[in-house]
């Protein structure tokens, strides 16, 4: 494992920028764009392309971030950095959750997500909360 880590880091660190800056340019972007323009054409083409290729992203992103949570909990849970972890992992599943529902809703059902314009402002403030417990976990 520790060969691969750097690996598994990199496609992380990579993965979590493209999700976090889709989330900024949607919450805080396409939100006063939304508002101040008609172009629901341009809205609807870049919210086609983000359904296609975010759920790869995203995918990706959990399946690195626990294979570099294993490393971690190879002993029982004492330090710090144990604890914090496991408060990021428990905030990743609660967006890996409200993923899997917006995407069921979408492709499954053929409904609009109930949770709505809400649901990419709640998710943006979970990324906020992990990566700011990702920048203690190494300090305290």
């Keep these: 494992m520790d060969k691969i880590y750097p690996f598994f880091l990199i496609i992380h660190l990579f993965c979590a920028i493209i999700f976090v800056g889709y989330l900024f340019f949607d919450v805080v972007i396409l939100a006063k764009i939304k508002t101040k323009t008609d172009s629901q054409k341009t809205l609807d083409a870049i919210s086609q392309k983000i359904t296609r290729f975010m759920p790869f992203v995203v995918l ?81």
């Design 60 to 140: 990706m992103l959990f399946i690195t971030g626990g294979a570099m949570a294993g490393k971690y909990f190879a002993q029982p849970l004492e330090s710090m950095l144990q604890k914090l972890l496991l408060i990021k992992i428990c905030l990743a599943a609660l967006i890996f959750i409200f993923v899997v529902f917006s995407l069921s809703c979408h492709f499954i059902f053929k409904c609009k997500n109930p949770l709505g314009k809400f649901i990419h402002p709640i998710i943006f403030v979970l990324c906020i909360l992990i990566i700011t417990l990702a920048k203690f976990m190494f300090y305290l």
